[in-house]
């Protein structure tokens, strides 16, 4: 799997839209980037993920550069439960054989939403 | 998405003793992992939990020091065995289906072990 680039840390103030980079110059073409985030003294909770086109759920955006070397995933409007780590992962997702799903898990972005 | 319960929650425990950490699904589900997360640090892949065979370990852990069972397709356990304060961490177990080209993992809470 290729290896993610993250800033350790990122302040936000509430209610502002958050948006956490991503590097992943070394992605291959069959690999997603997923995004998960733990917050404390949780288990990681999954976000979103996508391929090459930009992503959107009820929870963020995940916006992929045409070279798909980077990504920023896009929290619209944080609340101050919105503070965690967040993870990008890169990895195959293939349906049978060969890849086994497994993540591995770099050292993220903590994440303080500010009152 | 899966529903993991993972027993106990957290545990003391004295060095050289073991600990078994079970790890059970809503569902049926084709893959099981087991993470390591030492305090302040990232997660780290142990395993990957086979049913009806031997589990998959990750570079720089062997199995006897962390048998892995898988029964079935809905339960786990994870072993941490003769412990020392090194192995003080929170474990979690993860669930994922192979099945399906855009598959995420779901994650359990966490057993939070303390060696003394």
């Known amino acids: 799997d290729a290896k993610t680039t993250q800033p350790p840390s990122m302040d936000c103030a509430e209610g502002r839209a958050a948006n956490l980079p991503c590097n992943h110059s070394t992605i291959s073409g069959n690999e997603y980037v997923y995004w998960y985030r733990q917050i404390h003294s949780q288990g990681p909770q999954y976000i979103i993920h996508g391929l090459k086109n930009n992503e959107t759920n009820e929870m963020a955006s995940l916006i992929i550069t045409e070279d798909r070397k980077s990504s920023t995933l896009i929290l619209p409007h944080a609340t101050l439960r919105d503070t965690a780590v967040y993870y990008c992962?890169?990895?195959?997702?293939?349906?049978?054989?060969?890849?086994?799903?497994?993540?591995?898990f770099g050292t993220g972005t903590l994440l303080a939403v500010q009152p | 998405s899966a529903v993991i319960s993972q027993k106990p929650s957290r545990d003391i425990c004295q060095r050289g003793t073991s600990l078994t950490i079970q790890c059970q699904v809503d569902?049926?589900?084709?893959?099981m992992f087991w993470y390591r997360q030492q305090p302040g640090q990232s997660l780290t892949l142990i395993a990957t939990?086979?049913?009806?065979?031997?589990?998959?370990?990750e570079s720089g852990f062997v199995i006897d020091k962390f048998p892995i069972s898988r029964p079935n397709l809905t339960f786990s356990t994870l072993t941490v065995s003769n412990m020392s304060p090194e192995d003080s961490s929170i474990y979690l177990c993860s669930v994922a289906d192979r099945e399906g080209v855009n598959t995420e993992a779901f994650f359990g809470q966490g057993t939070r072990l303390t060696v003394v």
């Open positions: 992962i890169v990895r195959v997702a293939q349906k049978y054989g060969g890849a086994t799903n497994k993540l591995i």
């Open positions: 939990a086979n049913q009806g065979s031997e589990a998959t370990y």
């Open positions: 569902s049926q589900v084709t893959m």
